[in-house]
T-cell receptor, first 115, second 112 residues
Framework: DAGVIQSPRHEVTEMGQEVTLRCKPISGHDYLFWYRQTMMRGLELLIYFNNNVPIDDSGMPEDRFSAKMPNASFSTLKIQPSEPRDSAVYFC?????????????FGPGTRLTVL | LAKTTQPISMDSYEGQEVNITCSHNNIATNDYITWYQQFPSQGPRFIIQGYKTKVTNEVASLFIPADRKSSTLSLPRVSLSDTAVYYCLVGVRNTGFQKLVFGTGTRLLVSP
C-alpha cells in the first residue's frame, strides 16, 4: 500500500484565495483525520470522519474551514477565504478501526503558506 | 481543556536510555495512550500504545501508572537516528465529551 497520500505537498497562495487540500486514506481504513501543525499551537485535530461521516468538527477554527469526505477513498479540506494565520502544515491520517487513539497512519502533509 | 504536557526538549548521548514523560490529567477512562515520533518534514509515525502498566515492543517501552494520569516512553540505547520530536496522544474528557489531544511534544537530540 502507498500509505496516506496528500496533495499538494506545498501550496502558496494569497490572502483571500480559496485553498483545497486533498487526502487519500489507506484502503480499508474506517477513520480519517485532519490535523494542523504550527510552532505556536503544535498538532491540533481539526475534524475526523468515521465511514465518511463527520464525527467531531469542534476543532475546525472557524466557518472559513470546511471538510468533506464524499467516499471512502477521498477527502478534502477547504479554506475560503484564506488568511495569513492559516499558514501551517496540514496532515491527514487514517486509522483502521476503533477510537481515535488506535494507531493512526499519517500522510506527508501539505505545507500551506498564505501571503 | 486541560493540556497534555511534555518537556520541551531533552538531550542524550548514543547508547543511553531516554525516558520522556507525558502528563494527561483528564485522560478518558476507556482510551489508550499512544506515542508518535516525528522527523522534520514528515508526518508523525506510530511508536507504541498502551492502556495500563507496561508495554514493550521492539523499539520502546511504555510505562503507565495505575491512575493513568501520566505515561513514560522509554527508549533503550538511543542512536543518532532517534533524534526527533516525540508526541503522546490521548483521549481527554472535558465537560462530558471526549477530545483527542496531542501532547506538546518533546524534541530529543542525541549526540555522539
Amino acid at each position: 500500500d502507498a500509505g496516506v497520500i496528500q496533495s499538494p505537498r506545498h501550496e502558496v497562495t494569497e490572502m483571500g484565495q480559496e485553498v483545497t487540500l486533498r487526502c487519500k486514506p489507506i484502503s480499508g481504513h474506517d477513520y480519517l483525520f485532519w490535523y494542523r501543525q504550527t510552532m505556536m499551537r503544535g498538532l491540533e485535530l481539526l475534524i475526523y470522519f468515521n465511514n465518511n461521516v463527520p464525527i467531531d468538527d469542534s476543532g475546525m477554527p472557524e466557518d472559513r474551514f470546511s471538510a468533506k469526505m464524499p467516499n471512502a477513498s477521498f477527502s478534502t479540506l477547504k479554506i475560503q477565504p484564506s488568511e495569513p494565520r492559516d499558514s501551517a502544515v496540514y496532515f491527514c491520517a487514517s486509522s483502521p478501526t476503533g477510537w481515535a487513539t488506535d494507531t493512526q497512519y499519517f500522510g506527508p502533509g501539505t505545507r500551506l503558506t498564505v501571503l | 481543556l486541560a493540556k497534555t504536557t511534555q518537556p520541551i526538549s531533552m538531550d542524550s548521548y548514543e547508547g543511553q536510555e531516554v525516558n520522556i514523560t507525558c502528563s494527561h490529567n483528564n485522560i478518558a477512562t476507556n482510551d489508550y495512550i499512544t506515542w508518535y515520533q516525528q522527523f522534520p518534514s514528515q508526518g508523525p509515525r506510530f511508536i507504541i500504545q498502551g492502556y495500563k502498566t507496561k508495554v514493550t515492543n521492539e523499539v520502546a517501552s511504555l510505562f503507565i501508572p495505575a491512575d493513568r494520569k501520566s505515561s513514560t516512553l522509554s527508549l533503550p540505547r538511543v542512536s543518532l537516528s532517534d533524534t526527533a520530536v516525540y508526541y503522546c496522544l490521548v483521549g481527554v474528557r472535558n465537560t462530558g465529551f471526549q477530545k483527542l489531544v496531542f501532547g506538546t511534544g518533546t524534541r530529543l537530540l542525541v549526540s555522539p
